[in-house]
């Protein structure tokens, strides 16, 4: 009852009361998107506001039980959960019903329940104990196995089930191993890759490899030798001179693609040469990123058109504005950015937005709920919202920073990255910003899996952190 006691003293209000204003606010505004003053069944149980109360209930009884349990459960129990957590996602794939092309639910009576939420919850437990065991060291391959095993193996069965949205969220546990120790070049290449994937879709592979190029002649100039990298770039123009000027003899059959992959092919043996006699291990490891670069960006064009599916293909496309559908694939950003820009500076009112009311978008309650803030509670109802999250944000990494234990500070990490990428991608999506992939707005959108799934993410850590001066292993 004393170690009970001092639990509850030591809890986190401040963390408390933003979760409690996130969570009214979202009901408000799943009520709103969810009104028809026409209709007499608003409060009957099977309607969205009344489920979410229900679930917001449930939540509320398990933050009771979450700090009725001695910490040390989660650290102990923490491969038990995702064990079970995988089995769960595995039944889903085989058995479960199919919402939206994704075969990732459980039906019981009226209740639906998404495996995958709570698998974020037992990753993130599994991540912090592989990461904090005693001689965790992010260069041993071991230890990355580990790490690869505990992310990537629910993230491809959630692929499997169909559900990108919820498969993407496990990139953000890349910020906690960065957090932890992992190279800054890792985090670097990650956002090369998506700029590259990006601009392969919208420029011609000679400007990306040239691109490409330029760049790692400036990693030369100003990170190995600055001779080095003049003498690199003007074997490269020479070549590729020669090389096209024999095209043009031959009709231009070679093109200029090829002509470039010869000339860098040639200035990479001169340069693997240097590297090897004048012991310079950085133009090594550039060269190796290089050419990872040039065939990441051949591999774009199959991926995306083998890999990707239609719907998929075509909401990238509209993001980038290659393609134009405002009828189709685009119409569900288009009505959610009209809703926004039509709430103006202060809203239309609670219960009074005319989109939200006739239903103009579709999804408005769960991935577009964004959308209901904005029309009915203006730029500062959106502004409000995205303080809350800022709050939330710094303040979890604050509470992540004062832990003795690693296991709770790398936890804390995990639950502030998947609160971050749901936030970024979700209003991202609903403004245009980002493809439309069906993520939730943690405490605002409708769902009961994923509204408990992230009450359980952030009230775990809290327990943890009422032992914040305790190693907790």
Known sequence: MNATGKSYRNI????????????????????????????????????????????????????????????????????????????????????????????????????????????????????????????????????????GLVVLLPALIILLQNDTGSALVYFSFFLVLF???????????????????????????????????????????????????????????????????????????????????????????????????????RLGTGLLILWLMIAYTYSNNYVFNSVLSDYQRNRILVVLGIENDPLGVGYNVNQSKIAIGSGGFAGKGFLQGTQTKFDFVPEQSTDFIFCTVGEEWGFLGTVSVLALFLSLLLRIIFLAERQHSAFSRIYGYCVVSIFFVHMAINIGMTIGLAPVIGIPLPFFSYGGSSFWGFTLLLFIFLKLDTNRNELIR
Not at 64 to 78: R, T
Not at 203 to 224: E, K, M, R
Request: hydrophobic fraction near 60%; avoid cysteine; glycine fraction near 6%.
């Open 179 to 281: 957090r932890e120790g992992m190279p800054p070049v890792i985090l670097f290449l990650g956002f090369l890759a998506l700029i590259v994937f990006i601009l392969s879709l919208l420029f011609n592979t000679l400007f990306i490899l040239i691109g490409l190029f330029f760049l790692f002649t400036a990693f030369v100039f100003y990170s190995v030798q600055k001779k080095l990298a003049i003498i690199s770039l003007s074997i490269t123009i020479i070549a590729f001179s020669l090389i096209t000027g024999i095209s043009f003899f031959l009709e231009n059959k070679l093109g200029y693609v090829l002509p470039l992959i010869l000339s860098i092919s040639l200035t990479s043996i001169f340069l693997v040469i240097q590297s090897f006699f004048r012991r310079l291990p």
């Open 12 to 147: 986190d209000w401040i963390t408390v009361f933003i979760y409690s204003l996130m969570v009214i606010f979202g009901w408000l505004n799943i009520f709103a998107a969810n009104f028809d003053p026409e209709s007499n069944s608003l409060w009957a149980i099977s309607t969205e506001p009344v489920k979410q109360l229900i679930w917001i209930g449930v939540s509320l009884v398990t933050i009771g039980i979450i700090f009725l349990i001695d910490s040390k459960f989660f650290v102990e129990f923490a491969y038990i959960f995702l064990g079970l957590s995988i089995a769960m996602l595995l039944m889903a794939l085989l058995f479960g019903m199919e919402i939206n092309g994704a075969k990732a639910w459980f039906k019981i009576g009226f209740v639906r329940f998404q495996p995958a939420e709570l698998t974020k919850v037992a990753a993130s437990l599994a991540l912090a104990r592989v990461m904090s065991r005693y001689g965790f060291q992010m260069n041993k391959i071991r230890h990355i196995l580990k790490v």
